[in-house]
């Protein structure tokens, strides 16, 4: 897993046209499957007022993401 930090997401171009204009402030991605002609990912997000997402989330996310991999695999 790769934390950012929101001062720096905010800085980037994709944090500037795609995730601001639609009021997402925090974000959970997970890589399902891929190969150098693939990716198939998943995300969770949510706006600055919701606040960022809590350690007990966070847990949840880790724990559906295998399973979301096995799937994707199918």
Known sequence: STII???ALERTEFYQELLRP???GHALFG???GNQDF???TNMH???RRGP???A???KWQAL???LRRAAQL
């Open 22 to 24: 639609r009021d997402i």
């Open 57 to 59: 989330e966070l847990a």
């Open 53 to 55: 997402f809590q350690q």
């Open 39 to 41: 990716l198939a990912g």
């Open 65 to 67: 993401l295998p399973h």
């Open 5 to 7: 930090a929101f001062d």
């Open 31 to 33: 890589c399902l499957a």
């Open 46 to 48: 949510r706006s600055l």
